[in-house]
């Protein structure tokens, strides 16, 4: 069960070492406002509350004895739910269950996230939704500090943006994006923090990783309608179909 304000404040003053007269004086408020915290008699000023979990190095929600973890386990549970919808072709039906989530968890970026992605999933019946989606993406991009969500919803404008034939607003998003050096896969592999089976595991996982994406690039040089012979060079049909064919070799 969640403690109270006035629990969690009175154990992490006593965790600190502190009198009341201390944390008074270094809040800017009276002794007996404190006291009155920590006896549930009176409640700090709203805008006090930021401060007070500064100080203590917890969260607001910590402070306060909120209880996140019912919501996260929730949101989690939908988000699953509606992306197995998704895959099964029923984008429309997660889409109805994650407005409803977002009723009741406003803002929240993981369920704005999955509805932009289920109605991008709607475009053929419903330019509307797409057009809502790329909303609810650069949404995500104004209040997100999540690195890898803001990567995510970059990742994904490439492809809406392309979808609507906007090209350069496709380059711009596709530039925001880390370059090959920076990637985890990458450095983790090479870094030297792994050893053992550890980076057995994890060298062959970025084998096949790679070795997939270099079929997808050689895709291009071996279709013959998007890519012109000598456009091609030094590469052709031919050699991309004989590399092809030795990459799946490797990747068996």
Known sequence: MSKSFSDNFKSMRKQRGLTQEQIAE??????????????????????LLPIIADYFGVSVDYLIGHDTSKQVEEINTVCVQVGELFDQGRAWEAISILREMLIKHPGNEKLMYNL???LSGTCKDSKENYQESILLYHKILEISTDTEMRTKVSRDLIYRYYTLGDIEKAKYFA???????????YNVGRGNILDGRELSDYLRANIQLYGKAMLECFAYFENVKILTEDEKKPYSTEIAKAKMALLKEVLK
């Not at 009155?36 to 409640?43: C, F, H, L, P, R």
């Not at 530039?175 to 896969?185: G, M, Y």
Request: charged share 15%; aromatic share 12%.
């Open 26 to 47: 270094t809040l800017g408020v009276s002794c007996q406002a404190v006291s009155k915290w920590e006896t549930n008699s009176s409640y700090p000023d709203i805008s």
């Open 116 to 118: 932009a992605w289920a």
């Open 175 to 185: 530039n925001t994006l880390p370059s090959f050096d920076l990637c985890r896969e």
